[in-house]
């Protein structure tokens, strides 16, 4: 049973910008780190964000620093990752993942709960 819906995907032009939510049951992921990350055509799935239940640690790819922002509200259940400055190359499915732990982590391995995906496309 998928418990992380994904939502805010879309096509958009290079340069442009895109919000992406995660939903989330209450009290499912109490205390859990939440993570983004992508997979595009033909390559592996790659972390692009991630961030404590605090908010207070956060965690960026090289790829994505300082165009990407990942927060989350959990009195709405919600995990975002705002995206501007978007490049044809962060075209990928995006998906909300989730991790049993307090601190901060990008290993995918260590996620135990995702979502279906959304696709971004980014065109130049």
């Known amino acids: 049973q998928v418990q992380l819906v994904e939502s805010g995907g879309g096509l958009v032009q290079a340069g442009g910008s895109l919000r992406l939510s995660c939903k989330f049951p209450?009290?499912?992921?109490?205390?859990?780190?939440m993570g983004w990350f992508r997979q595009a055509p033909g390559k592996e799935r790659e972390s692009v964000a991630a961030?404590?239940?605090?908010?207070?640690?956060?965690d960026y790819a090289d790829s994505v620093k300082g165009r990407f922002t990942i927060s989350r509200d959990n009195a709405m259940n919600t995990v975002y990752l705002q995206m501007n400055s978007l490049k044809p190359e962060d075209t990928a499915v995006y998906y909300c993942?989730?991790?049993?732990?307090?601190?901060?982590?990008?290993?995918?391995?260590?996620?135990?709960?995702w979502g279906q995906g959304t696709q971004v496309t980014v065109s130049s």
């Open positions: 961030i404590t239940w605090s908010g207070g640690n956060t």
């Open positions: 993942a989730a991790a049993p732990y307090s601190s901060v982590h990008t290993t995918t391995r260590l996620y135990s709960d």
């Open positions: 209450e009290h499912t992921f109490s205390g859990y780190t």
